[in-house]
């Protein structure tokens, strides 16, 4: 979209710069002229005009043509050369898709040296996968990885595409949905298609985890979508299966590289790795001060787990956002997940529920987390807890 002043109709009054509110218009010579760079489209100056000479022109987008697109495609995450398990976990969820549509579904790996790494692509799940192998994609750069993704998705004409909700996953794919151009639904918590209309039924949390909405793009294509990791489940290895590796050219200038990468720093701040772990014992507002963590860390020790935590505690300044679990924190799927002093919000839900087994200990019978825990202690964590840890320890010694 793009703003402009029809010159003959403006008739220099002001009324236009008086109602920007970035000071992004100037009346010269009685016509008015917007500073493009400032506005940002609000619309404040064309409401304000009585001559009706301001508009906005909006770029007629093409239609494509849908019938054109067929097949899943995920975009399979790497970083030095290995795949990010996300990508497996949508190799799981984009084959039950593609069985569903009767079409391939197919993975797009892009890096340097990373050709071997197609194979264990096939063995959980693709038909096929498209590699770009270059060694001016070494390092994620925004500009070259949608650039390789664009061409391919030109030629091959995908009708799905599916990416993981990570730091790249979030900046690529985006950025990929304006080249195209088509929408983008993030954070999905669950994926399926319509029977009838044969659409990505995109389905996330909105409103703050008030409802969750499921989101259709009819009108453009590839319908896109990022799924945050440890949501959706991978599918068993299988050495067995057999698909097609097929390499892509795709030609790189230098302009395409706009960042040269001088050297790759890890945070060491971050000791929990949550979404790695079988067990997590996670602490609420029940816990009623820092302190008391104390016997959460003790629990999730004498069962090798880590330690996770509600908003609420994270907000109080009892323990760091790393350990945050729900939708503005991890999403996480132990093995075993105990909620201690949790009260089970849609938000803390959202990033825990598709846990193997959910123990929850709440003094209050009705606490929403009892409607989603496999095992429900209606008591006091100060004290059940404790005694927990105390029988944990007398069985693994
Ligand atoms: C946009 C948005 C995003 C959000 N994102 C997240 C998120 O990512 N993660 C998240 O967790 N929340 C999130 N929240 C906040 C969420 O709505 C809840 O406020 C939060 O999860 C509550 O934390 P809590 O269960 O620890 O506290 P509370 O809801 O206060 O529950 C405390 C529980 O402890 C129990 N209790 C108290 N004393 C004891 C005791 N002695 N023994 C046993 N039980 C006891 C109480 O019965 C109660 O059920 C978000 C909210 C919004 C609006």
Redesign the pocket.
């Known amino acids: 979209m793009s703003i402009k002043v029809i010159t003959d109709k403006c008739n220099g009054c002001k009324f236009c710069m008086s109602a920007c509110p970035l000071d992004a218009i100037k009346v010269e010579n009685k016509k008015a002229a917007i500073e493009l760079e400032k506005c940002n489209l609000c619309s404040a100056c064309i409401s304000a005009c009585k001559s009706n000479a301001i508009v906005i022109e909006k770029k007629e987008i093409k239609v494509v043509n849908k019938e054109d697109y067929r097949g899943v495609w995920v975009f399979a995450e790497q970083k030095n050369g290995e795949i990010d398990s996300v990508s497996y976990e949508l190799l799981g969820e984009g084959r039950k898709l593609a069985d569903k549509l009767g079409e391939e579904l197919s993975a797009v790996l892009v890096g340097a040296d990373i050709r071997k790494e197609a194979e264990k692509l096939i063995c959980y799940g693709a038909d096929k996968v498209y590699v770009v192998d270059n060694p001016m994609l070494k390092e994620y750069q925004d500009s070259s990885y949608s650039k390789a993704l664009f061409s391919l998705i030109q030629r091959h004409k995908p009708s799905i595409l599916l990416g993981g909700a990570t730091t790249i996953g979030r900046s690529l794919l985006p950025r990929l949905a304006v080249m195209l151009p088509t929408g983008l639904t993030a954070d999905c918590t669950g994926l399926d298609i319509d029977d009838e209309k044969k659409l990505l039924l995109q389905t996330r949390p909105a409103f703050?985890?008030n409802i969750m909405a499921t989101i259709i793009c009819p009108d453009y294509r590839p319908q896109m979508a990022t799924v945050r990791p440890r949501v959706m489940k991978k599918l068993a290895e299988e050495p067995s299966r057999k698909g097609e590796i097929i390499d892509e050219d795709v030609r790189f200038i230098r302009r395409d590289i706009m960042t040269e990468i001088v050297n790759v720093v890890k945070d060491t701040t971050i000791h929990v790795n949550l979404q790695d772990a079988e067990i997590i014992v996670s602490g609420?507002?029940?816990l009623?001060a820092p302190e008391n963590f104390k016997i959460i860390r003790e629990l999730a020790d004498a069962l090798g787990g880590a330690v996770g935590?509600?908003?609420?505690?994270v907000d109080a300044g009892w323990i760091p956002y790393s350990h945050?679990?729900?939708?503005?924190?991890k999403t996480v799927a132990p093995k075993i997940y105990f909620a201690?002093?949790?009260?089970?919000?849609?938000?803390?839900q959202v990033?825990m529920r598709t846990s193997d087994v959910i123990i929850a200990?709440?003094?209050?019978p009705q606490?929403p987390?009892f409607q989603i825990a496999s095992y429900g202690i209606v008591?006091?964590?100060?004290q059940?807890v404790p005694a927990l840890t105390k029988k944990f320890k007398e069985v693994s010694n």
């Open positions: 703050g985890g609420g507002r029940g009623k935590s509600s908003r609420a505690a945050q679990v729900g939708q503005t924190g201690c002093g949790i009260s089970g919000a849609i938000q803390h990033g200990i709440n003094k209050d606490a987390i008591g006091d964590l100060f059940v």
